[in-house]
């Protein structure tokens, strides 16, 4: 496999009417949107993980007090947080197999990174 990798091979391969150049453009197009696609879903995880980590904040109206025991909602807590902790896990997955792809799609070598 060339380092253009298998969606610019099969451009070329399957299309012996279509030139390089247009091979060259619609691999570059796709490749664009294709990391675009998963840089939103790594700013999707980051922004999860805020909402989810701002629950941590026990005293949100004075910096000098903790919310009591009686105010806190232990049930709205938990749903929130395993709401978010879930969502999480699904685009991490996401993230992870798509990363797979696009490094099979577009000749990526080395495997990039799936954190977030």
Do not use: P, Y
């Given at each position: 496999m060339s380092k253009k990798g298998a969606l610019f091979n099969a451009l070329n391969r399957n299309?012996?009417?279509?030139?390089?150049?247009?091979?060259?453009?619609?691999?570059?197009?796709a490749e664009r949107y294709y990391r675009r696609q998963l840089e939103d879903i790594r700013d999707k995880i980051k922004e999860l993980e805020i909402t989810r980590d701002s629950q941590l904040d026990m005293s949100p109206d004075d910096i000098n007090k903790i919310i009591s025991p009686a105010a806190f909602d232990a049930k709205g807590f938990f749903e929130l947080d395993a709401t978010a902790t879930l969502q999480i896990r699904e685009q991490e997955i996401k993230l992870e197999k798509l990363q797979q792809r696009y490094n099979l799609l577009f000749g990526v070598e080395e495997p990039a990174s799936v954190t977030a």
């Open positions: 299309s012996g009417q279509v030139k390089k150049d247009r091979s060259e453009m619609i691999h570059t197009s």
